[in-house]
């Protein structure tokens, strides 16, 4: 019999923060599954490999949605980290907290103890951010956030003085005393390499003879006797197991997996589990149910000045980059392309920003539908603009249809169902022109080649957005917490409403989406789930 204190459930960014802080005490016994392979591959490491990680599925589950009526009927594509790490190993590691109204809009949700100056020092005990320590910035966390700006790419420069012409203010910090304005992205990189939550948090960890690591391990359910997890049911190297929680069951498997799993143990909306064929064990109306998302849009323009195409693209450049990489950790590969951007309301009346914008000083134009070719950028000098929602409305829903863990999830996003959503975005595209049509700008743009100037009115805008915009990859809420458990999963203590000894820990409990990208806000939820797992007895 395999008994542990705690059993975490996905080794993404909150498992490994669970891994590190509950094995703090040698007296714990701490098992981690994971459904993917080591980390340790050159292009999770490489922070610019994420573009080729975008498709791999060794390391990805590679998602598919249902099409969606929003976005004209198209399917949307969804990587998911699947590798120690999760998400924090694949994604294009920009540093975004959110805005302090976003967590002080969870505590009014129901949720005491969530508000922004309880979170804040959560914030801070977990980053070790490269200018140091002040009053909202943390200096000696494990997580490594880099300032980067004295290494991009220089045109970055004329996006931000085109974003001061128009008002915006320029802001050194967007994750300090305040979000708002342009600036450049801080990364979770550290001497040129990927700080994933794997390497910040597992790394150190593994070292303790008390945690225990299984990859490849894929959950096929979670055990119940009179509505308390007991146990875990998991495949390692085609051989089932079962492994006893004594204390905890932590389920950190993500916004898809997390409520995946728990419909696969008979947790869930009665309907959903009949139809796919699972004893229901306890009814929870809302598990993956709430399920928001961020959605962007992006316009490609044509430079007069050499950017990232020149440098990835051609046979002699790719050599030069990666030799210098592999040297120095220096140079793009050591970067992400999205570079500078910000946050900014797109008319008067706002309390927060409803528009994120990013510049990105390379372009994929050429690429077929839906690739992410970093390192084959088009071959002409471009560049990119693109903005995302801030906020979201509209909720859709992630359901198994099957009782096999290995048949993935319905994912029916439910994008623009809003027209707040609509306003935003058309009001984002156009302001991605006016910022174009700054001498700023202007000096080093030729054209605009995507949607073009053919595209002008309202409802040409709006089409083209339809037919466009896609996923940013922030999907959250289908564990949502709350105290009504009849539309939410966890309480404020993260505890599944009903249910004794599990806990959901990861960005599937977000109340609502945060302003901005969504890893450091889940990491943050991890390190406050490790202080209330571990004041339950007595050791936070």
């Given at each position: 019999m395999n008994q542990f204190d705690y059993i975490i459930i996905g080794a993404g960014s909150a498992g490994c923060v669970l891994a590190n802080r509950l094995s703090e005490n040698v007296n714990h016994s701490v098992l981690l599954l994971e459904a993917g392979p080591s980390d340790k591959r050159f292009f999770v490491q490489m922070p610019i490999g994420y573009g080729k990680t975008f498709y791999q599925p060794k390391v990805n589950w590679m998602y598919n949605s249902q099409p969606c009526s929003g976005l004209n009927e198209r399917i949307s594509y969804w990587p998911r980290g699947k590798t120690l790490g999760g998400s924090s190993s694949i994604n294009a590691m920009v540093y975004v907290r959110g805005h302090k109204q976003d967590f002080n809009d969870w505590e009014q949700a129901g949720n005491p103890g969530w508000s922004y100056d309880d979170v804040l020092p959560y914030f801070k005990r977990m980053e070790s951010w490269q200018r140091g320590a002040d009053n909202f910035r943390g200096g000696s966390g494990p997580l490594n956030v880099s300032d980067v700006s004295a290494k991009l790419h220089p045109l970055c420069k004329h996006f931000l003085a085109a974003g001061e012409s128009l008002g915006f203010k320029y802001n050194a910090d967007m994750n300090g005393a305040q979000q708002e304005g342009v600036g450049y992205y801080q990364l979770t990189t550290h001497k040129g390499r990927r700080m994933s939550a794997a390497r910040a948090y597992l790394k150190p960890a593994r070292k303790r003879s008390n945690l225990t690591v299984v990859c490849e391990a894929l959950v096929q359910r979670i055990v119940f006797e009179d509505q308390r997890a007991v146990a875990v049911e998991y495949e390692h190297?085609?051989?089932?197991?079962?492994?006893?929680?004594?204390?905890?069951?932590?389920?950190?498997?993500?916004?898809?997996?997390?409520?995946?799993?728990?419909?696969?143990?008979?947790?869930?909306?009665?309907?959903?589990?009949?139809?796919?064929?699972?004893?229901?064990?306890?009814?929870?109306?809302?598990?993956?149910?709430?399920?928001?998302?961020?959605?962007?849009?992006?316009?490609?323009?044509?430079?007069?000045?050499?950017?990232?195409?020149?440098?990835?693209?051609?046979?002699?450049?790719?050599?030069?980059?990666?030799?210098?990489?592999?040297?120095?950790?220096?140079?793009?590969?050591?970067?992400?392309?999205?570079?500078?951007?910000?946050?900014?309301?797109?008319?008067?009346?706002?309390?927060?920003?409803?528009?994120?914008?990013?510049?990105?000083?390379?372009?994929?134009?050429?690429?077929?539908?839906?690739?992410?070719?970093?390192?084959?950028?088009d071959p002409f000098p471009a560049y990119l603009m693109g903005i995302s929602n801030c906020h979201v409305e509209?909720?859709?829903?992630?359901?198994?249809?099957?009782?096999?863990?290995?048949?993935?999830?319905?994912?029916?996003?439910?994008?623009?169902?809003?027209?707040?959503?609509?306003?935003?975005?058309?009001?984002?595209?156009?302001?991605?022109?006016?910022?174009?049509?700054?001498?700023?700008?202007?000096?080093?743009?030729?054209?605009?080649?995507?949607?073009?100037?053919?595209?002008?009115?309202?409802?040409?805008?709006?089409?083209?957005?339809?037919?466009?915009?896609?996923?940013?990859?922030?999907?959250?809420?289908?564990?949502?917490?709350?105290?009504?458990?009849?539309?939410?999963?966890?309480?404020?203590?993260?505890?599944?409403?009903?249910?004794?000894?599990?806990?959901?820990?990861?960005?599937?409990?977000?109340?609502?989406?945060?302003?901005?990208?969504?890893?450091?806000?889940?990491?943050?939820?991890?390190?406050?789930?490790?202080?209330?797992?571990?004041?339950?007895?007595g050791l936070a």
């Open positions: 190297n085609g051989v089932s197991h079962c492994a006893y929680g004594a204390q905890q069951i932590c389920l950190s498997a993500g916004a898809v997996n997390s409520p995946q799993l728990l419909q696969l143990s008979g947790i869930g909306p009665r309907k959903v589990l009949q139809q796919a064929g699972v004893e229901q064990v306890y009814e929870s109306p809302a598990v993956g149910q709430h399920l928001q998302d961020h959605i962007g849009h992006s316009y490609f323009y044509r430079a007069n000045q050499p950017t990232l195409n020149q440098q990835l693209r051609p046979w002699w450049g790719k050599l030069w980059q990666g030799l210098r990489y592999l040297l120095t950790r220096t140079g793009p590969l050591s970067l992400s392309v999205n570079q500078a951007g910000g946050f900014v309301h797109t008319r008067a009346g706002l309390d927060r920003p409803n528009i994120q914008l990013y510049f990105t000083p390379l372009s994929y134009t050429k690429a077929p539908a839906g690739k992410r070719p970093m390192m084959s950028p509209s909720e859709g829903q992630i359901n198994i249809t099957s009782g096999d863990p290995r048949v993935a999830p319905k994912i029916e996003p439910n994008y623009l169902a809003h027209d707040r959503e609509i306003q935003d975005l058309l009001e984002g595209v156009k302001l991605v022109r006016e910022l174009a049509q700054t001498p700023h700008l202007q000096a080093i743009t030729i054209d605009e080649m995507r949607p073009g100037t053919d595209c002008l009115t309202d409802a040409q805008l709006i089409e083209d957005i339809r037919n466009n915009a896609d996923t940013v990859y922030h999907p959250c809420g289908t564990c949502r917490m709350g105290p009504d458990p009849t539309k939410n999963v966890v309480d404020s203590r993260l505890k599944v409403h009903g249910l004794e000894g599990i806990r959901v820990v990861d960005a599937s409990i977000f109340p609502n989406l945060v302003c901005g990208n969504i890893n450091a806000a889940t990491i943050m939820v991890a390190e406050k789930a490790a202080d209330l797992i571990l004041s339950e007895h």
